[in-house]
């Protein structure tokens, strides 16, 4: 086998094919080799999960935090400015207004319209049970979510997942080779659902951008990812997918019905009880020594608790 190591350039003989020494390791280059340790670092701006994990929790209470915290409660709307900062959670019947490009969280099976903000904006759609990026300035009644949405009809299942559909968003070089030729050369994504890129190099071969072209639709595994190359070596590329909620119309059409996952967002709780077999995560309040669903008890009819599915 022979061996390299990364940011090293071999010297190559007349036909273009590296040189081996008698262990089977590359002659360098030292002339057209770079040192990563002299480069200047920046810190970290990104990240790839290579190894998923497995026995995650299977649902959310709508809640956010981690580590044993809550930040904001179920029935909070959260808004994160297009500057990162972050507004303090609202709760629910309060009018509130953002701006193009904000970030808004309402609870879990919601939905609002907004309404102008300052003559501008207004009649955007707002889902709940994840991040919306605002196309445009608007305000709204921050929602209050029912038992009922709470429980998981849509766009939420009785697992606490929502539909999306996944889409190729971007390519995260791990290991730039040498030796490539963008002109001449492809990357090839398998399955690819429709997904186009390109990339560029440097002068010595080595990958230095890649661009998508198309995003393809319906990735239902992650994909492999390689560049079909006569003279390339060693380049080492990571898909990463990004999903795209849809909504009720969307979800009923015959032809995306192949391409639809079920996505689950957790943040670190446990189950408060189990409602018809599944894991329910929503207020509960214990009425004669039974736990039943919502946080006060009322003499309309509630479902209760059970211990274990």
């Given at each position: 086998?022979?061996?390299?190591?990364?940011?090293?350039?071999?010297?190559?003989?007349?036909?273009?094919?590296?040189?081996?020494?008698?262990?089977?390791?590359?002659?360098?280059?030292?002339?057209?080799?770079?040192?990563?340790?002299?480069?200047?670092?920046?810190?970290?701006?990104?990240?790839?999960?290579?190894?998923?994990?497995?026995?995650?929790?299977?649902?959310?209470?709508?809640?956010?935090?981690?580590?044993?915290?809550?930040?904001?409660?179920?029935?909070?709307t959260t808004i994160r400015r297009e500057d990162g900062t972050y507004e303090i959670p609202i709760p629910p019947n309060n009018v509130f207004c953002v701006k193009a490009g904000d970030t808004v969280n309402?609870?879990?099976?919601?939905?609002?319209?907004?309404?102008?903000?300052?003559?501008?904006?207004?009649?955007?759609?707002?889902?709940?049970?994840?991040?919306?990026?605002?196309?445009?300035?608007?305000?709204?009644?921050?929602?209050?979510?029912?038992?009922?949405?709470?429980?998981?009809?849509?766009?939420?299942?009785?697992?606490?997942?929502?539909?999306?559909?996944?889409?190729?968003?971007?390519?995260?070089?791990?290991?730039?080779?040498?030796?490539?030729?963008?002109?001449?050369?492809?990357?090839?994504?398998?399955?690819?659902?429709?997904?186009?890129?390109?990339?560029?190099?440097?002068?010595?071969?080595?990958?230095?951008?890649?661009?998508?072209?198309?995003?393809?639709?319906?990735?239902?595994?992650?994909?492999?990812?390689?560049?079909?190359?006569?003279?390339?070596?060693?380049?080492?590329?990571?898909?990463?997918?990004?999903?795209?909620?849809?909504?009720?119309?969307?979800?009923?059409?015959?032809?995306?019905?192949?391409?639809?996952?079920?996505?689950?967002?957790?943040?670190?709780?446990?189950?408060?009880?189990?409602?018809?077999?599944?894991?329910?995560?929503?207020?509960?309040?214990?009425?004669?020594?039974?736990?039943?669903?919502?946080?006060?008890?009322?003499?309309?009819?509630?479902?209760?608790?059970?211990?274990?599915?």
């Amino acid at each position: 086998m022979i061996n390299t190591i990364s940011g090293l350039v071999p010297k190559l003989d007349a036909q273009g094919n590296p040189i081996v020494d008698v262990n089977g390791n590359y002659v360098i280059n030292e002339e057209l080799s770079v040192d990563f340790e002299d480069r200047t670092t920046i810190g970290v701006v990104g990240y790839v999960v290579e190894q998923s994990g497995y026995d995650y929790l299977p649902a959310p209470d709508g809640s956010l935090g981690g580590d044993g915290r809550t930040w904001a409660e179920v029935v909070d709307t959260t808004i994160r400015r297009e500057d990162g900062t972050y507004e303090i959670p609202i709760p629910p019947n309060n009018v509130f207004c953002v701006k193009a490009g904000d970030t808004v969280n309402i609870p879990f099976g919601t939905e609002v319209i907004t309404e102008p903000f300052n003559n501008k904006g207004g009649g955007e759609i707002v889902r709940g049970g994840g991040p919306h990026v605002m196309e445009s300035d608007g305000c709204f009644t921050t929602p209050l979510p029912t038992y009922e949405q709470m429980a998981g009809y849509y766009p939420a299942l009785g697992t606490g997942a929502y539909p999306v559909i996944t889409y190729l968003c971007e390519i995260e070089i791990e290991q730039s080779g040498f030796g490539y030729n963008s002109e001449v050369d492809q990357i090839v994504i398998e399955p690819n659902a429709g997904a186009e890129v390109t990339f560029k190099t440097d002068i010595f071969g080595a990958v230095t951008e890649v661009n998508i072209e198309e995003q393809g639709e319906g990735f239902t595994n992650l994909p492999e990812i390689y560049i079909q190359s006569a003279t390339g070596y060693q380049a080492k590329l990571l898909p990463k997918l990004c999903a795209k909620r849809i909504g009720p119309d969307e979800f009923e059409q015959p032809k995306l019905q192949d391409k639809i996952l079920s996505v689950v967002d957790c943040v670190g709780s446990v189950p408060k009880g189990y409602l018809r077999g599944n894991p329910y995560f929503g207020p509960t309040h214990i009425h004669n020594g039974v736990r039943m669903v919502g946080e006060n008890h009322t003499d309309q009819p509630h479902d209760t608790l059970t211990d274990r599915p």
